[in-house]
């Protein structure tokens, strides 16, 4: 079945630093891919939307330009969070689909910021 | 925008008894639904969808019903196992654009 692998798992960084955060589809293309956010014992919430060569969109309330979302490729998408700060802890998790067929989601990365 | 409700928060059930969860939306184009179960700290699972053309759906254990006219979907869960306890999440989805519940923690009693 489908695969999106996710990297890293779980990430340390210190307040102020950028954090990249990648998904790769493994055996399908990811026409477009979702970025959530997880707080604990809370919904995962959409960030953004992109799709491959496009410019991502955003929900409201996510800064872009804190959350840069790359989607070069059709197997490759990253989030880098900027300048993190500790209220940016939280659980980040992608989801691929390819034209609209179902979701895979990646195993999720568990930022802490110190 | 989709807006999805999810009901109840937390659910509590013996082993052996059924669970219902409920869940509904706000935009009548929605015409995806799946079902998520989440175990602490990893991605979530699909377990079940449906679409806006079936009323029901069945697998083992595991049932969903969709009522298009009231907008809303139910997930229902039999015979429940200790292994069944997690966080479940609901989704409505159109045209790429998914928007999950804010889940139930389902805690089976052994």
């Known amino acids: 079945g489908a695969v999106v692998s996710q990297h890293p798992s779980r990430v340390i960084c210190k307040s102020g630093t950028s954090v990249k955060i990648e998904c790769r589809s493994l055996d399908f293309q990811a026409t477009t891919m979702f970025w959530y956010r997880q707080f604990p014992k809370q919904s995962l919430m959409l960030m953004a939307t992109?799709?491959?060569?496009?410019?991502?969109?955003?929900e409201q309330g996510v800064e872009k330009d804190k959350f840069l979302i790359n989607h070069a490729s059709l197997t490759l998408s990253t989030l880098t969070v900027t300048s993190a700060h500790p209220e940016d802890s939280s659980f980040y998790i992608c989801s691929a689909s390819f034209r609209g067929y179902g979701y895979t989601f990646g195993s999720g990365t568990r930022l802490t910021v110190v | 925008g989709e807006n999805v409700e999810q009901h109840p928060s937390t659910l509590s059930v013996q082993e052996g008894d059924s669970a219902v969860i409920k869940c509904t939306y706000s935009d009548s184009a929605s015409n995806y639904f799946p079902w998520y179960k989440q175990e602490l700290g990893k991605r979530p699972q699909l377990i079940i969808d449906i679409r806006s053309n079936v009323g029901e759906k069945k697998d083992q254990r595991i049932a969903v019903t969709l009522n298009k006219t009231a907008k809303h979907f139910s997930l229902h869960i039999t015979e429940t196992q200790p292994e069944d306890s997690a966080v479940y999440f609901c989704?409505?989805?159109?045209?790429?654009?998914?928007?999950f519940g804010a889940g139930t923690r389902l805690t089976v009693k052994p």
């Open positions: 992109s799709n491959e060569g496009s410019k991502a969109t955003y």
């Open positions: 989704a409505a989805d159109y045209n790429n654009d998914m928007r």
